[in-house]
T-cell receptor, first 111, second 113 residues
Framework: DAKTTQPPSMDCAEGRAANLPCNHS???????VYWYRQIHSQGPQYIIH???NNETNEMASLIITEDRKSSTLILPHATLRDTAVYYC????????????FGQGTELSVKP | DARVTQTPRHKVTEMGQEVTMRCQPI?????VFWYRQTMMQGLELLAY????????DSGMPKDRFSAEMPDATLATLKIQPSEPRDSAVYFC???????????FGPGTRLTVL
């Protein structure tokens, strides 16, 4: 079973920041937080991952709370193409094993 | 731009028929995953291989599903006989070693009538 809880849906205005929350209160010390997204009818796409420090790449930023029980994915300037289902996943790093997907958050970016 | 490819993209078949789905991982990737996505169950792992050896197929119905890697550039998922409940989108993903960035293919949409 997925170890994360996400809101089922969110809206965001185009050009604004999209902040997607994720709760993972049972996360273990050696588990990382991963984010993937799935644009309609396509395969899931990796976005970012982190352990306890905030992370940023060309796609997004990941903010993890100090107690690591929750995190937020930030898309700084959402576009219509960011409309997708976003999945938050916790797992041990570098074990190369399966991803356990929950239900995710369906983000709708509106003009 | 390296990508995972899957064939066919769409398949409609009748109950009882054999279905074979193919996946070509990204060149140099040695870990291949098969996932299935349905509205009811979401995305779930069926099986995965590393260096062509099966590591975990616990998510796969053993009586009708089989997964193989005949060589490093081809992974196959076979259903025989197919049933309407097998209707889903089947995704293949590949990764390099134990790193966790899995790259997904476009999927095969299977409809069993």
């Amino acid at each position: 079973d997925a170890k994360t809880t996400q809101p089922p849906s969110m809206d965001c205005a185009e050009g604004r920041a999209a902040n997607l929350p994720c709760n993972h209160s049972t996360i273990s010390g050696n588990e990382y937080v991963y984010w993937y997204r799935q644009i309609h009818s396509q395969g899931p796409q990796y976005i970012i991952h982190g352990l306890k420090n905030n992370e940023t790449n060309e796609m997004a930023s990941l903010i993890i709370t100090e107690d690591r029980k929750s995190s937020t994915l930030i898309l700084p300037h959402a576009t219509l193409r960011d409309t997708a289902v976003y999945y938050c996943i916790v797992r041990v790093y570098n074990q190369g094993g399966k991803l356990i997907f929950g239900q995710g958050t369906e983000l709708s970016v509106k003009p | 731009d390296a990508r995972v490819t899957q064939t066919p993209r769409h398949k409609v078949t009748e109950m009882g028929q054999e279905v074979t789905m193919r996946c070509q991982p990204i060149l140099g990737h040695n870990t291949v995953f098969w996932y299935r996505q349905t509205m009811m169950q979401g995305l779930e792992l069926l099986a995965y291989f590393r260096n062509r050896a099966p590591l975990d197929d616990s998510g796969m119905p053993k009586d009708r599903f089989s997964a193989e890697m005949p060589d490093a550039t081809l992974a196959t998922l076979k259903i025989q006989p197919s049933e309407p409940r097998d209707s889903a989108v089947y995704f293949c993903a590949s990764a390099q070693g134990s790193t966790d960035t899995q790259y997904f293919g476009p999927g095969t949409r299977l409809t069993v009538l």
